[in-house]
């Protein structure tokens, strides 16, 4: 059965990866920043997470978390893993991810772009998405990598 988290790794919007995971830009960009973080071998559930993907998960959501601090001053972050997607067809074919979005208590200008998280303090609002354009999400990438090195 295809899967289309197997394939995150061949975007064009790959942020950065590890021995276990991969993390990709959102197309959704209504929290600047948002990222997916994806199992790079094809597990179902969390609890089939080996220690070792634990542990280099931690490391990921450190990295990401400063990363974005610096490169979009963010405030503080939401991370979820939510598969119900996975099971609308069947048979299901979950794949572990996480939902990576970054928030903000202010305003923030990015490549003259306007972001502004008008539900700051409450949970995200899954009816809100904003696609950006291409040349705008390789800008975003492109400073998140920067700021991931260091």
């Given amino acids: 059965m295809e899967c289309v988290l197997c394939r ?3 975007e064009n919007a790959v942020i950065t990866e590890t021995k276990h995971w991969i993390v990709s ?3 959704d960009q209504s929290y600047l920043g948002r990222c997916l973080i994806v199992a790079k071998r094809h597990v179902g559930s969390l609890s089939e997470l080996k220690k070792c993907e634990w ?3 931690g490391e990921v959501v450190k990295r990401l978390e400063l990363a974005l601090t610096k490169a979009f001053n963010a405030t503080l972050f939401n991370i979820n893993c939510m598969m119900n997607d996975a099971y609308l067809k069947h048979p299901p074919n979950p794949h572990v991810h996480w939902h990576l979005r970054p928030r903000y ?3 923030v200008v990015f490549e003259g772009r306007t972001f502004f998280d008008k539900e700051f303090g409450h949970r995200f609002n899954p009816e809100k998405t904003r696609k950006v354009r291409d ?3 390789d800008d975003i990438i492109a400073r998140m990598i920067t700021y991931l090195g260091t």
């Fill in 8 to 10: 995150i790794g061949n």
């Fill in 25 to 27: 830009l959102s197309h």
């Fill in 55 to 57: 542990e280099d998960f």
């Fill in 105 to 107: 208590s202010h305003t």
């Fill in 135 to 137: 040349n705008l999400r």
